[in-house]
């Protein structure tokens, strides 16, 4: 089965059958026990992202090393000739003479299978724009056989974009051979397309669909969730609906003296409250109606009246962004809370998710909910690098996988290690913002070599020669190199000599030259 398997493409899952997904999570388990082989020590891999990614691409780097391959590739197509004007399949083609297996990452749905159809070695779909990602779920199989101890008959609940999310596409298709059942949670603009809808009525899967994630989680085994990611709206309008995310245009920001907090202004006497004042929820945190105050300061369950900082759920502190972990918290999800439609309709605030910001902020009678607090970080265009006396240009930053460039997107302080962002725009768009950086720390490291020699030869009892040598080097840990911190290599000798003969003629001049002076 390897052998049928060797040459063949990994461009969506339903490229493989039931038999041979088994077969490749089988050989995932020995892998687990055994992750350093060398059968691929003879084969070069191309890993090429044309979008921005960490995980998925140092994932395959590292199994492509442990297997023994050399890895060559980019991850940043705007330093490739991609910029110049070369087409996908000229580079595919070009990428094919090189190497024996490509792994490639595209935001335009369909491309992994148009590079397999044009390349001369197999291709490995590491995530095509919305469709699919096959190599995720093959993960996703076998961590849910781990746990469970099977693949079949499993109930598994998708929750969040199930219209643009590719993991999400391609486990429904994979678990299609395995009897499963699906609840899809989601809001009405991020369904689950038609498409898949048809597929799973083809082979008889049978699903239920909801808004409210609580329906049906009692009745699940797995809970799978997922990010909505704008980069995959083609619509503008259409991310600013399901929208749940604030930024406080700040980065780095730190978890002890942050404060948030939720508040209604009340239509009596104009004082913002923490609550709604009247209906189910009257009384109730705010902060806990939109399930940000579910934890203790000991991150152990029972609110305590005080945002839940929890990195990469409630808050990402690199980017200085709040998240909800609701959809439409002062729409839909606040409707559901209040659980009457009447009295819903004075304080929800729907206009937020149906219309355009500029629009909502009109609708006066409704936009009376404000969020307020203290925090501590960088300024919105300032990023500190911790760390200091860096080399000069030694400094990259991106934004939204695009490089900037220096002295006109952005400008560095080398000596206190400071980034300011000149390029306002990207500030006001919100978008990620890295840096990466060749730091020196506080002080130079440099590796420092003192030699030295000193001999002496006694050619007779008068006479002796003798000689030293020393040499002193000086090299930085870092190729890059501030200014002072050059490379030094100096050698310095000296030779000596000593001759001594009694002499009595001048023993006797220097006697009369003392008789003389006395």
């Not at 990452?105 to 044009?118: D, I, K, T």
């Not at 940000?292 to 839940?308: C, I, K, M, P, V």
């Not at 969020?371 to 990023?383: M, V």
């Not at 911790?386 to 939204?400: E, L």
Request: net charge negative.
């Amino acid at each position: 089965m390897i052998q049928d398997m060797a040459k063949k493409s990994l461009i969506s899952i339903q490229d493989f059958t039931k038999e041979e997904i088994l077969h490749i999570l089988d050989v995932a388990e020995e892998f687990e026990h055994n992750k350093s082989q060398t059968f691929l020590s003879d084969k070069v891999v191309a890993c090429i992202f044309f979008e921005p990614s960490t995980r998925t691409r140092l994932s395959f780097e590292t199994a492509a090393n442990r297997l023994g391959a050399r890895v060559i590739g980019f991850s940043d197509a705007a330093n490739t000739s991609i910029r110049k004007g070369e087409s996908l399949k000229d580079t595919i083609k070009m990428v094919s003479n090189y190497v024996d297996l490509i792994v490639m990452r595209h935001p335009l749905e369909g491309s992994a299978r148009y590079a397999s159809e044009v390349a001369s070695v197999p291709v490995i779909n590491a995530g095509d724009g919305a469709n699919q990602h096959p190599t995720q779920t093959l993960l996703d199989l076998y961590t849910i056989k781990q746990t469970q101890g099977r693949l079949d008959h499993i109930n598994i609940n998708m929750v969040g974009d199930l219209k643009y999310g590719r993991t999400v596409h391609s486990l429904l298709q994979a678990m299609s051979h395995f009897s499963p059942e699906f609840e899809f949670t989601a809001p009405d603009e991020l369904k689950l397309p038609q498409e898949y809808r048809d597929f799973m009525d083809s082979k008889g899967i049978p699903y239920k669909e909801t808004s409210d994630l609580r329906e049906y989680l009692d009745s699940t085994d797995i809970l799978y969730m997922t990010r909505i990611q704008q980069e995959r709206f083609t619509d503008p309008v259409e991310y600013e609906k399901v929208k749940n995310v604030y930024s406080l245009n700040a980065y780095s920001v730190q978890k002890e003296k942050f404060q948030l907090n939720i508040t209604y202004q009340s239509d009596t006497t104009g004082v913002y409250l923490r609550y709604i004042p009247e209906g189910k929820i009257a009384k109730t945190p705010l902060l806990r109606v939109m399930n940000l105050d579910r934890l203790n300061s000991q991150n152990q369950t029972g609110a305590d009246g005080f945002f839940d900082f929890v990195e990469g759920y409630t808050v990402t502190a690199s980017d200085g962004r709040i998240y909800f972990p609701v959809v439409e918290p002062f729409g839909s999800h606040l409707r559901k809370a209040i659980g009457n439609d009447a009295l819903a309709d004075k304080y929800v605030f729907q206009e937020l998710y149906d219309s355009t910001r500029t629009v909502a902020q009109q609708t006066a009678e409704k936009n009376k909910f404000r969020l307020t607090g203290e925090y501590r970080a960088s300024n919105a265009n300032e990023i500190r690098l911790g760390a200091m006396n860096i080399p000069q240009g030694s400094v990259r930053v991106t934004a939204g996988g695009m490089t900037l460039v220096e002295n006109s997107d952005y400008t560095v302080d080398y000596t206190l290690g400071v980034v300011t962002i000149l390029n306002q725009s990207i500030i006001d768009a919100g978008t990620a913002i890295s840096v990466n950086l060749e730091s020196n720390t506080l002080y130079s490291m440099q590796r420092k070599t003192m030699m030295g020699l000193n001999f002496t030869y006694d050619f007779s009892q008068n006479f002796s020669f003798g000689g030293s040598i020393m040499h002193l080097s000086e090299k930085p840990l870092t190729s890059k190199v501030a200014m002072g911190d050059e490379p030094l290599s100096n050698t310095l000798w000296g030779v000596n000599a000593s001759w001594k003969k009694e002499s009595q003629w001048l023993t006797n001049m220097l006697d009369k030259l003392g008789t003389k002076a006395w």
